[in-house]
C-alpha cells in the first residue's frame, strides 16, 4: 500500500491518509511489487542468516520453518485445524499455490520469524552462538503473535482471506492466532534440536548483525497505519505500542 502510493503521488503519500487509491485500476500492480518485495527479503535473510548461523543452520532453519508453515497452513486452510478453517482469495494472493495456501504467504512468515528470532537476540542481549533456550522460543513466539494482531485483521479488511467462522477480533478467531504461537513453537524446537552450533563473526557492526530484528522493531508502527485508515484502531494502537515497547527494551 505505502509503497504503491509513494508512486503514484510522491512524497505527499506520508501524508496522504485516504483509501480510495486502493480502487485505482494501476493499484493492481503494486500487487506484483509486494511478490518482489517477498523474495528480496526472503532471499536477504538467508544471505543474512549464512553470515551468523552457518550454512547447515541456515538451511535447517529455513527448511524447517517453510516446511512447517506450509504444513500447518494446509491442515488449517482445508481441514480447520491449528488456525480455524479458512481460506484464501487466490486473486489477492499472487504466486503459486500448493494446497490452497499461496506460496508467498509461508515465505513471508518463515521471514517474519527469522526477524523475530534475531529481535529477540537483540533484546535478551544474547550473541548468536547461544543456545536456543526456551526464554527465546517463547519470547520469539509471542512476538510474531503480537505482531499478527496487527497484520491480520489488514488482511482479512482486504479480502486476501477470511474464516469460515469469523471471530470477534475484526473477523479473526482467536484459534488464529494460538495457532502462530504454536507454529512458530514448533519450529524453533525442530530448529534446537537440530541445528549445529551457531556461527558469528565479530567483524560485522550492530546494524548489520540486528538488521533483521530493527526491521522487525519497525513493522508494527507500519502495518499500524492502514490499520487506522481502515478504522481497525485497536490493532493500529497495538502496532503503535508495540514498536514502542521493542524499541524501549532493545536499547535498555
Same mark, same amino acid.
Given at each position: 500500500m505505502f509503497l504503491y502510493r509513494f508512486y503514484s503521488v510522491g512524497i505527499k503519500s506520508l501524508l496522504y491518509f485516504g483509501k480510495k487509491l486502493e480502487d485505482e485500476s494501476n493499484y493492481k500492480k503494486a500487487e506484483n511489487i509486494r511478490v518482489v518485495q517477498v523474495i528480496l527479503g526472503f532471499s536477504f535473510f538467508i544471505f543474512h542468516s549464512l553470515l551468523f548461523f552457518?550454512?547447515?543452520?541456515?538451511?535447517?532453519?529455513?527448511?524447517?520453518?517453510?516446511?512447517t508453515s506450509l504444513f500447518l497452513e494446509i491442515i488449517g486452510a482445508n481441514k480447520g485445524y491449528v488456525f480455524g478453517k479458512y481460506s484464501y482469495e487466490p486473486s489477492l494472493c499472487p504466486g503459486p499455490i500448493i494446497g490452497n495456501v499461496p506460496i508467498l504467504?509461508?515465505?513471508?512468515?518463515? #521471514?517474519? *520469524?527469522?526477524?523475530?528470532?534475531?529481535c529477540t537476540f537483540l533484546i535478551l542481549d544474547l550473541r548468536f552462538n547461544s543456545i536456543i533456550s526456551i526464554e527465546v522460543i517463547l519470547t520469539t513466539s509471542i512476538f510474531i503473535t503480537i505482531l499478527d494482531l496487527v497484520l491480520d485483521p489488514i488482511a482479512v479488511n482486504e479480502g486476501r482471506w477470511k474464516c469460515d467462522k469469523p471471530g470477534d477480533?475484526?473477523?479473526?478467531?482467536?484459534?488464529n492466532f494460538i495457532g502462530w504461537f504454536f507454529n512458530t513453537t514448533i519450529i524453533l524446537v525442530l530448529f534446537k534440536l537440530l541445528s549445529s552450533k551457531y556461527m558469528i563473526s565479530e567483524s560485522h557492526p550492530f546494524y548489520v548483525t540486528f538488521a533483521p530484528g530493527l526491521l522487525f522493531i519497525c513493522l508494527p508502527i507500519?502495518?499500524?497505519?492502514?490499520?487506522?485508515?481502515?478504522?481497525?484502531?485497536?490493532? #493500529?494502537? *497495538?502496532?503503535i505500542l508495540f514498536t514502542a515497547f521493542l524499541s524501549a527494551t532493545s536499547i535498555l
Amino acid at each position: 500500500m505505502f509503497l504503491y502510493r509513494f508512486y503514484s503521488v510522491g512524497i505527499k503519500s506520508l501524508l496522504y491518509f485516504g483509501k480510495k487509491l486502493e480502487d485505482e485500476s494501476n493499484y493492481k500492480k503494486a500487487e506484483n511489487i509486494r511478490v518482489v518485495q517477498v523474495i528480496l527479503g526472503f532471499s536477504f535473510f538467508i544471505f543474512h542468516s549464512l553470515l551468523f548461523f552457518g550454512t547447515l543452520n541456515t538451511f535447517l532453519f529455513f527448511i524447517i520453518s517453510f516446511i512447517t508453515s506450509l504444513f500447518l497452513e494446509i491442515i488449517g486452510a482445508n481441514k480447520g485445524y491449528v488456525f480455524g478453517k479458512y481460506s484464501y482469495e487466490p486473486s489477492l494472493c499472487p504466486g503459486p499455490i500448493i494446497g490452497n495456501v499461496p506460496i508467498l504467504i509461508v515465505m513471508a512468515w518463515s #521471514g517474519l *520469524i527469522y526477524m523475530s528470532l534475531n529481535c529477540t537476540f537483540l533484546i535478551l542481549d544474547l550473541r548468536f552462538n547461544s543456545i536456543i533456550s526456551i526464554e527465546v522460543i517463547l519470547t520469539t513466539s509471542i512476538f510474531i503473535t503480537i505482531l499478527d494482531l496487527v497484520l491480520d485483521p489488514i488482511a482479512v479488511n482486504e479480502g486476501r482471506w477470511k474464516c469460515d467462522k469469523p471471530g470477534d477480533y475484526y473477523g479473526v478467531p482467536i484459534q488464529n492466532f494460538i495457532g502462530w504461537f504454536f507454529n512458530t513453537t514448533i519450529i524453533l524446537v525442530l530448529f534446537k534440536l537440530l541445528s549445529s552450533k551457531y556461527m558469528i563473526s565479530e567483524s560485522h557492526p550492530f546494524y548489520v548483525t540486528f538488521a533483521p530484528g530493527l526491521l522487525f522493531i519497525c513493522l508494527p508502527i507500519i502495518a499500524a497505519r492502514p490499520c487506522f485508515e481502515r478504522k481497525l484502531y485497536f490493532a #493500529g494502537y *497495538i502496532g503503535i505500542l508495540f514498536t514502542a515497547f521493542l524499541s524501549a527494551t532493545s536499547i535498555l
